[in-house]
């Protein structure tokens, strides 16, 4: 393999993106015809500009200039920062464009120096600015003038599925409905996109890229390399490796071919990431549990295991039924082979009837004692028989200890008992120590009359 495939290679499998030395250098000449007055279209190759105006132009999108950016950085805040460039909050007034209303905005700026460059950025537009769906982050507009090259999305309050499962210090842990929600919502964005007039692969899919807006909806974004699928007979799209290591699927990671299964695998990663509370790749566990699919999928297909794996976090509070079936969607869609993995509209039809699976906290059990002891009542029946048989005396005394049995609870109740029962048995001993002596007098009665005789 040459080495310019090797490092292709790795870096795609890395999470990193390699452009090459043409690329760098950015050495392109000028179109002074080009429509666009800035230095951004002399970037380009000149066989791809053609393109980009097309691309642009059916993406129905707001261009802004560098001087309108400069007002919406008025009260700039950093957001964070990926393989794209940096991304800040700002603010779009209402007078700056006729019919945009004002608000919050989420602002990606194009780094020169970083690992993505013009096909990432125009990936983006071209698919933001033709895909519109409720479960993908919409795009408001871009600014390409001169060097200055940015995105203008929607602004998404509750940041990404990857700090509300993994920062679980600072963020509330999900509670088994909205894990299931999300996963619902982001099945639907793949979902949607497989299945478009032009299929398009996301091949980018983590939680990471899974923003929530105010109300938790969860939205794709980052579509930078997002892919064709393929057209007429083709089977799969040949292209070198790029995405995240531990979503990327197998078997595009081994030949480099790219299919709609190969999000799908990605989405059972996440999927379990959402049952398990865990990273895909996490160094810091036991060497037998730091590939979290490789230590999860066995217990996945089996009921009587499937617990073992749960986030704790979630405390047992989640339907037993429901979770069953969204651990049997990830393994299958996490298979080592592209055809037994679902399509996501399949993925989509199990998942949502779970949400009307409601969960089922466990509150505290509270066990009620009887006032009456059961065992009187179980031998009820008995002691009547038994009963039957005694005389007077005997019944009486049987009946004074089982109204004694039945308020063993009262301690003045108790304490009488104890002491008339202590009379009873003292009576009871004297008459029948009275009864010895009479029969006793009686014998030596006799033995004397006999004796006489």
Not at 65 to 92: D, H, Q, S, W
Request: proline share 5%.
């Amino acid at each position: 393999m040459a080495t310019s495939s090797w490092k292709s290679f790795f870096m795609g499998c890395t999470g990193y993106f390699y452009q090459s030395s043409t690329e760098k250098e950015g050495k392109r000449p000028e179109d002074p015809s080009s429509a666009f007055s800035s230095n951004f279209i002399s970037d380009i190759p000149f066989s791809s500009k053609d393109l980009y105006r097309r691309a642009l132009a059916r993406s129905n999108l707001h261009e802004f200039t560098f001087a309108e950016m400069k007002i919406v950085f008025t009260n700039r805040n950093f957001l964070g920062a990926g393989g794209f460039g940096p991304v800040y909050k700002g603010f779009l007034p209402d007078k700056l464009r006729p019919g945009l209303e004002a608000q919050h905005v989420a602002v990606k700026y194009l780094d020169q120096e970083g690992n993505q460059g013009h096909n990432e950025w125009l990936a983006e537009v071209r698919c933001l600015g033709q895909y519109r769906h409720p479960n993908l982050v919409k795009l408001i507009g871009y600014c390409c003038e001169k060097k200055h090259r940015m995105l203008v999305y929607e602004y998404m309050p509750r940041g990404s599925l990857e700090n509300h499962l993994f920062m679980k210090s600072l963020i509330e842990p999900f509670s088994w409905l909205q894990r299931l929600k999300i996963a619902v919502e982001a099945a639907k964005g793949l979902a949607f996109l497989h299945d478009a007039d032009k299929p398009l692969i996301y091949r980018d899919f983590k939680a990471s890229n899974i923003l929530l807006d105010s109300d938790y909806t969860a939205k794709l974004s980052d579509f930078g390399l997002a892919k064709d699928g393929p057209q007429g007979d083709a089977t799969h799209v040949s292209t070198r490796v790029m995405g995240t290591h531990g979503y990327a699927a197998p078997d595009y990671f081994m030949t480099g071919h790219l299919t709609a299964k190969s999000d799908v695998y990605s989405f059972g990663v996440v999927l379990l990431e959402l049952l398990t509370g865990r990273r895909c790749l996490d160094e810091n566990r036991r060497a037998r549990e730091r590939n979290l699919v490789d230590w999860a999928r066995p217990y996945l297909k089996r009921p009587d295991k499937f617990h073992k794996i749960m986030d704790p976090n979630l405390q047992d509070n989640y339907s037993t039924e429901a979770a069953q079936k969204a651990a049997l969607v990830a393994y299958l869609c996490l298979s080592n082979k592209p055809n037994p993995r679902p399509r996501m509209k399949e993925v989509v039809d199990v998942l949502e009837p779970l949400l009307r699976i409601k969960e089922l906290p466990m509150g505290t059990f509270v066990f009620s004692v009887p006032e009456v002891d059961e065992d009187c009542d179980n031998m009820k029946a008995d002691d009547e028989n038994l009963v039957a048989g005694m005389d007077q005396e005997r019944r009486e005394r049987h009946d004074r200890r089982r109204r004694r049995r039945r308020h063993v609870h009262s301690v003045v109740r108790a304490e009488g008992g104890l002491q008339r029962e202590e009379k009873d048995l003292s009576e009871d001993s004297l008459r029948r120590h009275h009864h010895r002596g009479s029969r006793h007098h009686r014998s030596r009665e006799s033995l004397g009359s006999e004796t006489s005789i």
